[in-house]
């Protein structure tokens, strides 16, 4: 049950999800779940059908790459100790994905497939929350960095990183609160 007290499943999916920040070390025994995942996501509402999303599913020598640029940006912020210790923190990350969305010199058509983007991510994480697969999605100074974009040929001028996704099994799932209802909702006559 939800905190609704509901039985629907789909509302027990959507309020028990969570943001996993510590992952079991076994991974995620195949990559068809993620692809299935993927599928599912794309049911997203877009625009006018635009579908601007890309997924990108870095291998091990993509993801040693943006460990190691992740840990020079670190050591360059925050100096060595910092460095080592988020180096060994995404070094037991056991699934990554990226998701990117098309550029667009018309800024309407740019926020709307922005937000297309950012309901493909919830439906993907909903779909491997139901799997029971936690994820966490990420847009730190990496997602930003021209060279991570060149870790994963992506074209800048064509893609948007939208976010750097971490999936597995959750070593624990954190407790959150939402706001109340009436803090939140405006009815109007």
Partial sequence: ??????????????????TIYE?????????????????ISRWAPNHHLTEPWHFYLPGRETVAGII?????????????????????????????????CDVS???????ENYAACCCVAQNLML???????????????????????????????AEVVIGLFWYGYARGVPVTTRKELPQILVELP
């Fill in 23 to 39: 992952f079991r070390t076994e991974p995620v025994p195949s990559t068809d779940i993620i692809k299935r995942a993927i599928d």
């Fill in 105 to 111: 010199d018309d800024p309407v058509l740019a926020q």
């Fill in 127 to 157: 779909y491997l929350w139901s799997e029971n697969i936690g994820s966490k999605w990420s847009t730190g100074a990496i997602t930003r960095d021209k060279r991570f974009y060149d870790l994963l040929w992506i074209d800048p001028s």
């Fill in 1 to 18: 049950m939800n905190d609704q007290g509901s039985s629907n499943p789909v509302a027990d999916i959507i309020t028990g999800r969570r």
């Fill in 68 to 100: 190691e640029l992740n840990t020079a940006l670190a050591m360059e912020k925050n100096g060595t100790e910092a460095a080592r210790e988020k180096q060994e923190r995404w070094s037991r990350i056991p699934g990554w994905l990226v998701l990117t």
